[in-house]
C-alpha cells in the first residue's frame, strides 16, 4: 500500500507536544485483581512501569520452543524507547521472523521521527548525518533526498484502524474500511518545502500493514507474558502467536482500533493497558496498544487470548 502524506494531513503541531526530552518512555496498566477485570468495570490499580526486566520465560512466547538459544525480547521495541524485558522469551527462527518487521517499523516508518527527535538507536553506533526520504517532486517524479537529522520533519502518519470484529457487539457488521492519521509540524514541513521545492512537503511512504499489525500483535502478547499474572493467563488460549510469525495470515478478527479521532493525549510515548472483554459466554484478554501517545496517535487493540466463561 502507498501513499503520500501531504494529502492526508491533518493539522495538529507535533512541537508543542513531543520532545525526546519531556517525554516519559512506557506506561503499562495492571489490575490489582488476579481475578480479572472488565472494560466495563475498570477498578484497576494503574501502575506505571517504565523501565523493568521479568522473570526469565524459559521458552520460546510464539512457539513454545524450548531448546537452543533463547534471546531477551524488548515487549515495545528498543528504538521507540521500549525498556520493558522478557529474557529468554524466543527462539532464533522467531527472532527472524519478527526482526525485519520491528526495523521497517523504527526505521523505515519511524525513522525520520526517531531521529529528529533523538530516541536512541537499537545498538551503540555513530548516527548518521542524514536519513533518506522519499519526496514527490515538483513535476510529478519522485526522489530520493538525503536530509540532515535537524531538518527531518516531524511528521507522522499511522492507520485508524477499524474495531477487531471479535470484540463487535452480535449483529454489527464488521468495517473493512481504515483511514489515516497524520499529526505533523507546519514550519518543519515549510522548511523542508524551501529546501527541496514545493513538493518537498509530500513524502512518500511504503505502508506494510501486514507488517505493523503483526509488531501490535506481538507488543500486546509480550505485555500479557510479562505484565499479567501467571495464574490469571494460564486460564486464558493465546490467539496471537500465528499471527504474529505469519503462520496465520488472517489477522482481521483480532487487531482493530477505536476509530477515536480525538482521543485525549497521554502523558506516556507508550501505553500498553490490558483489559479484559466479556462477549457472549467468552471473555477475551485484550490488550490496548498505544505508540506515540503525546501526539494523539491512534490505540490499536489486539485480542491476546480467548476462555470460556462457563469454564471458570
Ligand atoms: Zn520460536
Not at 521458552?59 to 515495545?76: A, F, Q, S, V, W
Not at 507522522?156 to 457487539?169: I, K
Amino acid at each position: 500500500m502507498r501513499f503520500t502524506v501531504s494529502s492526508r494531513l491533518r493539522a495538529i503541531s507535533f512541537s508543542d507536544r513531543c520532545s525526546s526530552s519531556d517525554m516519559m518512555p512506557n506506561k503499562l496498566l495492571f489490575p490489582n485483581e488476579s481475578e480479572g477485570f472488565a472494560m466495563t468495570q475498570p477498578k484497576q490499580q494503574v501502575v506505571s512501569i517504565q523501565r523493568g526486566r521479568y522473570k526469565p520465560v524459559g521458552h520460546c512466547i510464539y512457539c513454545g520452543e524450548r531448546e537452543g538459544k533463547l534471546t531477551l525480547e524488548h515487549i515495545i521495541p528498543y528504538g521507540l524507547l521500549g525498556r520493558l524485558e522478557l529474557p529468554e522469551a524466543s527462539c532464533s527462527v522467531c527472532q527472524d521472523i519478527i526482526h525485519p518487521m520491528e526495523t521497517w517499523l523504527q526505521t523505515k516508518l519511524l525513522g525520520h521521527v526517531r531521529y529528529r527527535l533523538e530516541l536512541p538507536p537499537r545498538k551503540k553506533r555513530p548516527r548518521p548525518a542524514t536519513h533518506p526520504m522519499v519526496i514527490k517532486k515538483d513535476d510529478g517524479g519522485q526522489a530520493r533526498v538525503e536530509v540532515p537529522l535537524s531538518e527531518l520533519p516531524r511528521l507522522m502518519t499511522l492507520p485508524f484502524l477499524p474495531p477487531p470484529p471479535l470484540l463487535l457487539d452480535p449483529g454489527v457488521e464488521p468495517s473493512r474500511n481504515f483511514s489515516w492519521w497524520t499529526t505533523q509540524d507546519p514550519d518543519d514541513l515549510a522548511i523542508f518545502a524551501r529546501t527541496h521545492g514545493q513538493g518537498g512537503h509530500a513524502f512518500i511512504q511504503n505502508f506494510l500493514m501486514d507488517y505493523f499489525v503483526r509488531v501490535i500483535a506481538k507488543i500486546a502478547h509480550g505485555a500479557v507474558w510479562g505484565g499479567i499474572d501467571q495464574d490469571l493467563r494460564a486460564t486464558f488460549t493465546m490467539l496471537l502467536p500465528d499471527i504474529i510469525t505469519g503462520k496465520q495470515l488472517d489477522w482481521l478478527p483480532f487487531i482493530g482500533g477505536d476509530e477515536e479521532e480525538d482521543a485525549p493525549p497521554e502523558e506516556f510515548l507508550n501505553v500498553i493497558e490490558p483489559m479484559i472483554v466479556p462477549m457472549g459466554d467468552k471473555e477475551y484478554l485484550v490488550v490496548r496498544v498505544r505508540l506515540f501517545a503525546p501526539m494523539q496517535a491512534p490505540s490499536y487493540y489486539a485480542v491476546a487470548g480467548v476462555r470460556d466463561v462457563t469454564r471458570q
